[in-house]
């Protein structure tokens, strides 16, 4: 059964997920000297322009508002949504002793099903997201995520981790 604070942690979880990984790519960006939204406006540009071909990256690439836009709240809906799921598993597992390690076994093959599905998706893309990209920035979610539901609920991975009784 989901509790309120389950719903609550689980959006401070999506938006803080949400959070790192867009501060992640706009210092990526911002260090290899394209600007702070260059990922944010290619995402935005392929998912909602159609732009598939990797050669405008050699290019100067006009900043798209609305593509920003439209990206970001796209990207802040999934964050939620997998926030929400997430801290619900976390919630199961904290109340049922007997599930805590299926819940958490589920949690990290949703990270490892996030990071090939955003892989999938931007293979059009890829020399602009590189794989070890997909994989820092979906680490610094998880890691933003966690510190938060640690401060929360005092003790929450040493319950998920717990052998069942």
Do not use: C, K
Not at 38 to 58: C, E, I, K, S
Not at 116 to 126: D, F, N
């Amino acid at each position: 059964m989901e509790t309120r604070r389950d719903t609550e942690d689980g959006v401070v979880v999506g938006v803080l997920a949400f959070a790192a990984v867009a501060a992640f790519y706009s210092l990526f960006d911002s260090l290899a000297a394209r600007g702070p939204l260059f990922t944010v406006n290619l995402l935005g540009r392929a998912v909602f322009r159609g732009l598939r071909d990797p050669a405008v990256l050699q290019y100067p690439v006009a900043i798209d508002p609305g593509a920003i836009m439209r990206y970001n709240f796209l990207h802040l809906g999934l964050s939620l949504l997998i926030g929400l799921i997430v801290v619900r598993f976390v919630g199961q597992g904290e109340r049922d002793v007997a599930r805590a390690r299926t819940m958490s076994a589920l949690i990290v093959a949703g990270f490892v099903v996030t990071i090939g599905l955003v892989g999938w998706l931007s293979v059009p893309i890829r020399p602009l997201l590189p794989w070890w990209s997909i994989v820092v920035a979906n680490v610094a979610a998880v890691l933003v995520g966690a510190a938060y539901l640690r401060y929360r609920r005092p003790g929450v991975l040493g319950r998920m981790l717990r052998p069942a009784r």
